[in-house]
């Protein structure tokens, strides 16, 4: 028998992510300009992504990429 299981998703993912890269972009030194040319996504990108505080998200792609350079674990991101 199948039957649908129950699970708390976080509402608040994105927000969660967008402050994270916020906080380890800022403990790396490194501007939302230097971040946006090492990704290959404009300032405007990367500075949205920070300010709207989720309301624009990511690709799974951009995020790898943000935490290579950040040098941080992608897990990071979601805590």
């Known amino acids: 028998m199948v039957y649908k299981r129950e699970f708390k998703f976080d509402d608040d993912i994105r927000k969660k992510i967008s402050l994270n890269i916020k906080k380890y ?3 790396n030194g490194i501007t939302q300009e230097q971040l946006a040319l090492d990704i290959g996504k404009s300032y ?8 709207k505080k989720g309301e624009i998200g990511c690709s799974i792609d951009t995020l790898y990429k943000i935490s290579v350079v950040l040098n941080t674990r992608i897990d990071k991101f979601f805590e």
């Open 25 to 27: 972009r800022e403990l």
């Open 44 to 51: 405007d990108f990367t500075r949205r992504l920070e300010f």
